[in-house]
């Protein structure tokens, strides 16, 4: 069975900063992996995926994310941080191996994020 | 395009109630996939609709339910409420028929079980 782990629960970084977010997984074939962010009391949103081709995906917001599959890690990255990212940030992981894998996807347990100004 | 919506947005029950959510996915899209997210276990696959048929299911006792209408709308159920089921439960929409594509989510139902 799938799994992700998210080592960092949670991650203080300056405005302005740079920021690594670790995802790591845990699964046999090629991974679907995907990236969400979750503000306090909202839904999840989707800042990028990774299918195949080009292990450096780029996303919304200006976040990009590098698959490794020698580390079986898909880390999350942004230049330079803006208050406004402050959030809670899941790694997923989706599996292509047929009906007992339809719709679902496996998350992490969630790097939570603070920005100081 | 309009994005997942989900009703209610907020929900207070009482253990041994039921409860029913409900989702409509994006325009086009066919599958629906719930979630239950809480602060000790994180985000769980419940079950995934896709044209009217369960697919798929996760690992959660028989009180937890659901079914899609030919308008890809979903409900989820939950019945005799125990107090453990108080979460945030969240819906996912995808336009894709295979296994794997992109989830949209909708803002969520939070639901307390008093």
């Known amino acids: 069975a799938q799994s992700v782990t998210q080592p960092d629960i949670h991650i203080t970084v300056s405005e302005g900063a740079s920021l690594e977010l670790r995802c790591n997984y845990s699964?046999?074939?090629?991974?679907?992996l995907f990236w969400y962010v979750q503000s306090p009391g909202q839904g999840l949103q989707l800042l990028l995926k990774?299918?195949?081709?080009?292990?450096l995906v780029q996303g919304i917001k200006g976040f990009e994310a590098e698959f490794k599959r020698s580390q079986s890690s898909f880390n999350l990255r942004k230049p330079s941080v803006h208050w406004s990212d402050a959030a809670e940030y899941f790694c997923?992981?989706?599996?292509?191996?047929?009906?007992?894998?339809?719709?679902?996807?496996?998350f992490g347990q969630g790097t939570i994020l603070t920005v100081h100004p | 395009k309009a994005g997942v919506t989900q009703t209610p947005r907020y929900l207070i029950k009482t253990r041994g109630q039921q409860v029913t959510l409900s989702c409509s996915p994006i325009?086009?899209?066919?599958?629906v996939s719930w979630y239950q997210q809480t602060p000790g276990q994180g985000l769980q696959f419940l079950f995934e609709?896709?044209?009217?048929?369960?697919?798929n299911k996760g690992n959660f006792p028989g009180r937890f339910s659901g079914r899609q209408f030919s308008n890809s709308r979903s409900e989820m159920n939950v019945s005799t409420l125990e107090l453990g089921d108080s979460a945030l439960y969240l819906c996912?929409?995808?336009?894709?028929?295979?296994?794997?594509?992109?989830?949209?989510f909708g803002p969520g139902t939070r639901l307390t079980v008093t």
């Open positions: 997923a992981v989706g599996a292509q191996i047929g009906g007992t894998s339809y719709g679902k996807l496996t």
């Open positions: 996912a929409s995808s336009a894709g028929s295979s296994t794997v594509y992109e989830q949209y």
């Open positions: 699964y046999g074939a090629t991974p679907y």
């Open positions: 609709y896709f044209s009217e048929t369960q697919r």
């Open positions: 325009s086009g899209h066919r599958s």
């Open positions: 990774y299918f195949s081709g080009d292990t």
